[in-house]
Nanobody
Framework: EVQLVESGGGLVQPGGSLRLSCAHSTSTFDNYAIGWFRQAPGKEREAISCISLSDGSAYYADSMKGRFTISSDGARNTVYLQMPMLRLEDTAVYYC????????????????????WGQGTQVTVSS
């Protein structure tokens, strides 16, 4: 079983930035991808980005392209989500998830395909 722990959330003003971390119990030798999702109050969970731990290939949901950046540090078993220029509408609980890299691609990057989830970290963008 894969264990995931998110951190780095908090309160930030519009235009500010945050870097979220997802510490995971897998390694680059395991055939997993790590994905980031978010869920705002009253809304469905939304896919953001995912990255394959074996080759570092990343995929971004269309709505997130050009906004956030995903990266992986194999030595630390941590995947990051860099979020610059945050907006009010970015307020949500952010989750990381793990599953097969087959789900880290167009048409398959959907929350119900991912089996392992962290507890989430709250991001609040407010002035």
């Amino acid at each position: 079983e894969v264990q995931l722990v998110e951190s780095g959330g908090g309160l930030v003003q519009p235009g500010g930035s945050l870097r979220l971390s997802c510490a995971h119990s897998t390694s680059t030798f395991d055939n997993y991808a790590i994905g980031w999702f978010r869920q705002a109050p009253g809304k469905e969970r939304e896919a953001i980005s995912c990255i394959s731990l074996s080759d570092g290939s990343a995929y971004y949901a269309d709505s997130m392209k050009g906004r956030f950046t995903i990266s992986s540090d194999g030595a630390r078993n941590t995947v990051y989500l860099q979020m610059p220029m945050l907006r009010l509408e970015d307020t949500a609980v952010y989750y990381c998830a793990a599953d097969s890299p087959l789900y880290c691609r167009e048409s398959y990057f959907l929350d119900y395909n991912w089996d392992y989830w962290g507890q989430g970290t709250q991001v609040t963008v407010s002035s």
